[in-house]
């Protein structure tokens, strides 16, 4: 009857090893899209460490310069705001300094107000008698202070689109 018992302790010592194996296996199965769609907080973009997330950027835009004779607009300085919140805790990030670089040409700091939003301006030249389309400006935001890291953002902005009646969004 002991042999029994210890045999059947055995099985059971292994069906119990294999399933321990088993979940310990599924667990680290990667996370899957939820019906195709990319989930905004997933660790596994630019921003795998940074403790925010960018929640919108807006804009708009007036004309900067024109042409002499004719009057035709040569560059727009565009507005944009850009509002973060943690990414734990889903607050508004308020009072906290972020900076905003634009590969190789500008950088600068800016402190995010009570909406946990930050406004910067910037000038886009381009040439009035093209086709109206999109240009797109990739912006990257990393938090100075009691947040960490780094987030890219990319913005499709339409210059024409005020003068042109083309129909699309500006911003």
């Known amino acids: 009857m002991t042999d029994f018992y210890k045999r059947l302790n055995i099985r059971m ?4 090893i294999a399933i321990l194996l088993s979940a310990f296996l599924i667990a680290c199965e990667e996370p899957q899209k939820k019906d195709g ?4 907080y997933d660790a596994s973009d630019d921003g795998a460490t940074a403790s925010f997330y960018v929640q919108e950027v807006t804009g708009s835009s007036t004309v900067l310069t024109t042409t002499r004779g004719l009057k ?7 507005n944009f705001k850009a509002c973060f919140r943690d990414k734990v805790t889903q607050n508004l990030i308020k009072g906290h300094t972020f900076r ?12 995010s107000d009570e909406n946990g939003c930050v406004d910067w301006s910037e000038p886009l030249g ?11 400006l990739e912006r990257t935001f990393t938090a100075v202070g009691v947040h960490d890291g780094t987030r890219t ?3 499709a902005v339409n210059p024409w689109s005020k003068t042109h009646d083309s129909g ?4």
């Open 153 to 155: 953002v990319r913005l």
């Open 13 to 16: 010592f292994f069906a119990l």
């Open 37 to 40: 769609i990319d989930d905004p």
């Open 72 to 78: 035709l607009p040569q560059s727009r300085i565009y």
């Open 100 to 111: 905003i670089v634009e590969e190789g040409k500008m950088e600068q700091d800016k402190q």
């Open 126 to 136: 381009y040439n009035f008698l093209a086709d109206s389309r999109y240009v797109v």
């Open 168 to 171: 699309i969004p500006e911003v």
